[in-house]
């Protein structure tokens, strides 16, 4: 069943993608994250005004930094794959001393916003844009010791290669920290399901996957997958990692909805999947939902060996 769902997945990633790629992403994919991005292609006046965006941004997703720590890798060799405009790049420099920290993307212009904040900070890091046809990634074998990819690989045509290539460069006994779309989440069932699809009345012709994908990133984003944890560790097992779901972040949007789960419980048009993950929900003595014992939030986060 596991392997059914993570093949209809990667073909509804080449779906909404449009052409088949060979590559580590195409070209729809870089037109639209060249003119997007996660800072919103904000400049930073000073180093202390860019820290402080990256607390606030860090809190707007309950857990997200204790799931995805920037801290701890004195000495290493730091991959942030899909960097972006340099956030988590940031988080490096000013919490881990790494011997050397890489940035790569398919991005000019935020690879340019990266730079330029880097500067700011005075942080040395090498940024490297990616072609997206190249199937390969320009490192050597077994050369990185800790990769850390954050909101990236659900939004690639083939995770499953980007992985081998990942496993390809990490050094033996090196680690990897990964974040992506988590199926398990009050984004999916109660946002997508209820908000958007009921109350809006918005995409009744698509299923709750490709509801998803436009209600997450814009509806243009060409490309945006959401996994149950263990359909990402058997794409994981299949690239030759052991992962670990270490548990999800909830984004404060998210968690700003949890009000309307009565409303959605009881309006008979709801998805009985999404029903039937409301009513499970907990809650913690934050007042955030829990579903299974972690967070019930979108940011699904995983330790690979």
């Not at 991959?79 to 972006?84: F, S």
């Not at 030759?240 to 949890?258: D, K, P, Q, R």
Request: glycine share 8%; hydrophobic share 35%.
């Amino acid at each position: 069943m596991i392997i059914r769902r993570v093949k209809q997945i990667a073909k509804r990633a080449l779906k909404q993608g449009g052409k088949t790629s060979s590559g580590l992403a195409d070209i729809a994919t870089q037109s639209y994250w060249t003119r997007h991005n996660v800072t919103l292609h904000e400049r930073f006046p000073s180093p202390e005004a860019s820290l402080e965006y990256l607390h606030w941004r860090n809190d707007q997703y309950f857990n997200y930094i204790q799931l995805m720590p920037v801290s701890g890798q004195d000495g290493k060799v730091v991959l942030d794959y899909g960097c972006g405009p340099g956030h988590d790049l940031i988080g490096f420099g000013v919490y881990s001393k790494p011997e050397k920290l890489i940035g790569v993307d398919i991005s000019s212009s935020s690879l340019e916003e990266a730079r330029m904040r880097l500067a700011l900070h005075g942080i040395q890091a090498e940024t490297i844009q990616l072609d997206p046809s190249q199937p390969k990634l320009p490192f050597e074998d077994a050369s990185i010791d800790h990769i850390h990819s954050s909101g990236v690989l659900h939004h690639t045509p083939d995770p499953g290669l980007i992985l081998r290539e990942l496993r390809r460069i990490l050094k033996p006994g090196g680690t990897m920290n990964v974040m992506v779309y988590n199926y398990e989440s009050l984004w999916l069932h109660l946002y997508v399901a209820y908000q958007r699809s009921i109350v809006e009345g918005l995409y009744p012709e698509l299923d709750i996957r490709e509801q998803f994908a436009r209600s997450t990133d814009g509806e243009e984003c060409p490309i945006a997958n959401c996994y149950r944890p263990q359909e990402w560790i058997h794409l994981c097992s299949e690239a030759g990692f052991t992962a670990e779901f270490t548990g999800a972040a909830i984004s404060m949007y998210e968690a700003s909805l949890f009000v309307k789960r009565y409303d959605a419980i009881r309006d008979r048009r709801l998805r009985s999947e999404s029903r039937r993950f409301l009513l499970e929900l907990e809650v913690d003595r934050h007042g955030f939902p829990t579903y299974r014992g972690h967070y019930a939030g979108v940011d699904a986060c995983f330790s690979l060996v």
